[in-house]
């Protein structure tokens, strides 16, 4: 039995497949979630995997964000590589519908990080804010060029961030936050943005 699950997708092509990343590891179900098996290739030190993202365009493509560096699956998870240095903490993965190659990582200590050759090679991407631990990312579906960042530890100089421009320059939102940490952040269907914190759920208004 394992206690914590972080992180859960459904491949949307095939809703039979589930992955789910946990202390222990990921694991893959292939039967809508009744049977899961732990997939191997990624090691013990990196097992605390805190989110998975499936790229929109490609299924069998993966992206692992552990506590040791963002892993890669091209074949639905047989095989696994590590696609940056170990000591990168990835807390949350964005990759771009409408280019896979683009993708946002959201980390401790070095914020967001940009590729744009698939994870291959990755840049800093924090012109707007000095913020170092990056907790959580979500994009605008009606506009992908839209994505919120949320921070922890920064009081009133973090809260949210928004970039108009995929990432390129952001602009801090934290009026109300109350220099409250950001844990989570999620779009609702008619497009209002909240944020989880430790001092409950607040909505930009």
Known sequence: VDSDVFSIIIDPHAPSTVYASACSGIYKSTDAGLQFHKIQGIPSAARRTRVLKQDPSNPGTVYAGTTEGLYRTVDAGTKWTLMTPSDIIINDVYVDPKNSQHILMATDR????????????FHAVNQGFSERQVSS?????????????GVLNDKRFGGVFVSKNAGQDWSQIGAGLDGN?????????????????????????
Request: aromatic fraction near 6%.
């Open 110 to 121: 070095s914020g967001v990080l940009e590729s744009n050759d698939g994870a291959v090679s």
């Open 137 to 149: 990312m979500v994009t605008d579906p009606q506009n992908p060029e839209t994505v919120y960042v």
């Open 181 to 205: 940490d950001i844990f989570s952040l999620s779009l609702s269907p008619g497009g209002t943005l909240l944020a989880g914190t430790n001092h409950g759920i607040y909505r930009l208004n």
